[in-house]
């Protein structure tokens, strides 16, 4: 007789301060993790929509090295809304996608005390069953009786917006046998060198090979940056450290390679997930993939974030559609497509709102005004009969009447939108295309293509 219990944790990489410098100027007033896409923090979106829907799910980690304080509040909250332990967990340091995992192995790892307890003693009243069935001299053949703990961690990176199926994956994992299961997607080949490449068997869905970010094509199957391990990743990644250091006292390190960035960064404790891990062990039956046909970006600046918010709103349609907004243009604002709306914004009938818009708390949208494919933070005024497309609308900012803010819709581009951030003022009449605007400033000519530092 075997009895399985099953504990499963989710682990959320948010990275730091020094990180995700392609997110300013908005990164400069809250942490990235934090900044809001179709109204919820970005890290919100994994917790709700993925991580709560996971069987036997017992906690949940963030780590980074941004100050506890940062977090603190979102922590509290979310870990009150799922009635679930949530923790946010502070590095030193940067120890790499897969050292900063390991930093924190005896955290993860860590059981509920009851539920250790009630299995230990289940544990030991099992095998005293079985000295007594085996002591008997009745012809009875029970087998072996015994209760198993399997655990499961998923590792995700926080900059990723997809459907995260995560219940599908560990289905998927168990299955497969192996220590690691990485969710993949099938992108473009003019885009996947941006990524990390892999190639697997069509039929077990083996990882056979694995390189990041390579000079020449490989495979349009990408990374998706979200996977599922057992306990054995910790074994792994122990031993690419261990390797280090008895290279380490086996040499010494010239001046030279020691001012080379390889050797400053690779020390011992740094592991990278990709190359230290996935490379090395693929083609050994240890790695295997699950590929998604859903929608998938990494949202690593702010025009990226434009359009993750509107494939969040999209999936509300599915996930949360009380979250969405309606509306026909007499009683309330006439809205198209999918739009967020927070409780305390006021938004005047007379306005057209979306598709693809994001309006955050006591923002005020004033008549005849026109909105499209856009976030609007907090506090934000926008007076009558002003335009706002593709852009992002910093917090206590102000656009005046008839004025047009305006991105040409490149997501990828660094002027591809525009960006303004917190307190910038644009005054009535005013046109601003494709320009990033640094906080507290006051617009009263027109800019076109230009970073106002």
Known sequence: MVIAEE???????????????????????????????????MVHHPISSACQKIPNLAKIYLIGFYEEREFALYVSSIS????????????DKPHGSAGGLYNFKDLIMEEDPVFYLYLSISYMLANYLVLVICSCSCSCSWGSSYFLLQSHIFLLNCDVCCSFPLPQMLDAHKKYGGMGTILVVKVSPESASEF???VADPVTNELLHYTEKPET???????????????DIFTAI???SS???????????????????????????????????LSPLAGKKQLYIYETVDFWEQIKTPGMSIKCSALYLS????????LLENGDGIKKACIIGDVYIHPSAKVHPSAKIGPGVSISANARIGAGARLINCIVLDDVEIKENAVVIHAIVGWKSSIGRWARVQGRGDYNAKLGVTILGESVAVEDEVVVINSTVLPHKTLNVGVQDEIIL
């Open 243 to 277: 390797q280090r250091k008895d290279r380490a006292n086996l040499r010494r390190v010239s001046s030279f390679e020691a001012m080379q960035p390889d050797s400053r960064s690779l020390t011992a404790n740094y592991v990278r997930l990709d190359q230290d891990i």
């Open 238 to 240: 122990e031993g690419v």
């Open 217 to 231: 094509f490989v495979s349009d199957r990408i990374n998706c940056g979200v996977y599922i391990f057992t306990p």
């Open 196 to 198: 990390g490449e892999l």
């Open 315 to 322: 999936q509300f349609r599915h996930t949360a559609p009380h």
């Open 80 to 91: 009150n809304e799922l009635k679930l332990p949530v923790r946010y967990l502070k590095e």
């Open 7 to 41: 504990r499963v944790v989710a682990v959320i990489m948010v990275g730091g301060p020094t990180k995700g410098t392609r997110f300013r100027p908005l990164s400069f007033n809250v942490p990235k993790p934090l900044f809001p896409l179709a109204g919820q923090p």
